[in-house]
């Protein structure tokens, strides 16, 4: 086994120590109180000097500063749900760490003590970066690293390369596996908030008013054409809604009808494009009926990308770690990351380490009451982590 793989390994204990003290503890947003004291405490523990960035983020560097700088990042959030997973340490409160966030933090951990441990062999420096709020609930509609991104997180020292990982459950591949893509990896993903007014009247009198469901619909099945005709079929794009909420009663047309949803898209040229449209397809139906329909895009993030360059020495990194091949996707994934805003901003990698199959006993996905994560797997993490690192300063610092 590869010494670093080995020495990582040596430390699984702590790891998961680690993963299970902040997967109780779990915390929303930025309201991260508990999750920074601890993650700061540990860090002193090693050595480290942390400072706070963003109220809930904290920024760490080890190595020597004036050369080349690479930036290792892990999200700290959990979401605001109820955990059903039945786990003797799952939370018992309104937040759960259902998406993996609690691994991310823990693996990034391990990681600083191996970059400790290894410093004198650092060609440059590591900047280890906790981020609050990558899940966006951030009422304000800005996202963890969008915050951490204005206060400067690619500065002081700059950072010329950054990495991330993301703990994958239900995957078509085995607990342990790394997999990832060249490009886009990742949807881009704006929230679509639709308001249509009407005016409201008796639902025998549908004459007298201007109905805002009706007019909601045709929005809705516009958009679903907008979709099918207007976007090549070779190209991974959606645009679905999951709220469509309008009246409370059977005999009252209502005066105001609200749609949400999603656009999800692999290309920041049909991203821009699908948006206008949207706002012309409201435009044109309010027109076409009568009401009044605004549109807005909120908590937008772009696609996550993989520099190819950077990504390609990445894999080979791992493959020289693991011993094992790296699954290069076929297609990107639907789902988003807001690590999308600093993969546009500097050279990035974004990889991912599967946490099992279904046949291995891992059947549910990230956002998902009752999802477990296997634990076995995090050392992999926290060792990739280490090595991106060190193998980067080495042929690039």
């Excluded at 109820?82 to 933090?105: I, M, R």
């Excluded at 995957?171 to 993903?189: I, K, V, W």
């Excluded at 007298?208 to 958009?223: C, E, L, R, S, T």
């Excluded at 634990?375 to 690039?396: H, I, P, Q, T």
Aim: aromatic share 8%; glycine share 8%; hydrophobic share 35%.
């Amino acid at each position: 086994m590869n010494e670093l793989l080995q020495r990582a390994k040596e430390t699984q204990a702590e790891l998961v120590e680690n993963r299970r003290w902040l997967h109780c503890h779990a915390e929303v947003g930025f309201e991260l109180r508990q999750t920074c004291a601890f993650v700061e405490e540990k860090l002193k523990e090693m050595g480290y000097e942390p400072r706070r960035m963003s109220g809930a983020g904290i920024v760490a560097t080890v190595g020597k500063q004036g050369g080349k700088t690479v930036l290792l990042r892990a999200d700290m959030d959990a979401l605001p749900m109820k955990e059903e997973s039945g786990l003797e340490f799952a939370a018992t409160g309104d937040a759960a760490h259902t998406c993996g966030h609690d691994v991310h933090t823990a693996m990034l951990l391990g990681a600083a003590r191996l970059l400790k441990e290894h410093e004198a062999e650092l060609n440059g420096c590591v900047k280890l970066m906790f981020q609050p709020d990558e899940e966006g609930t951030n009422p304000l509609g800005f996202s963890g690293s969008q915050a951490m991104l204005k206060d400067g997180v690619l500065e002081d020292p700059h950072v010329d390369a950054a990495f991330s990982m993301h703990i994958w459950s239900n995957t078509p591949y085995p607990a342990g596996t790394f997999f990832s893509r060249q490009e886009a990896l990742m949807s881009s993903c704006d929230t679509v908030t639709v308001t249509v007014t009407g005016k409201g009247t008796h639902g025998s009198m549908p004459q007298d008013g201007v109905d805002p469901i009706n007019a909601g619909v045709h929005v809705y099945q516009a958009f679903e054409n907008l979709i099918a005709r207007e976007v090549p079929p070779y190209e991974q794009c959606s645009l679905t809604f999951g709220q469509f909420q309008s009246g409370s009663a059977a005999n009252v047309l209502p005066e105001t009808a609200l749609l949400v949803g999603t656009l999800r898209t692999v290309s920041e040229d049909t991203r821009a494009r699908l948006k206008k449209r949207i706002e012309a397809i409201c435009a044109g139906m309010g027109q076409a009926f009568g009401a009044q329909i605004g549109v807005t895009f909120t908590q937008g993030i772009p696609c996550v990308y993989n520099a190819p360059a950077l990504t390609e020495s990445v894999l080979r990194y791992t493959r020289e770690l693991t011993g094992e091949p790296v699954v290069t996707l076929k297609v990107p994934l639907s789902s988003s990351d807001d690590w999308s805003e600093i993969s546009q901003k500097v050279d990035s990698c974004y990889l991912l380490l599967s946490s099992g199959t279904a046949e291995e006993g891992y059947p549910y996905s990230q956002h998902n009451p009752k999802i477990r994560f296997n634990e076995d797997v995090m050392y992999r993490g926290a060792a990739a982590y280490c090595s991106v690192a060190l193998n980067w300063l080495r042929e690039n610092g």
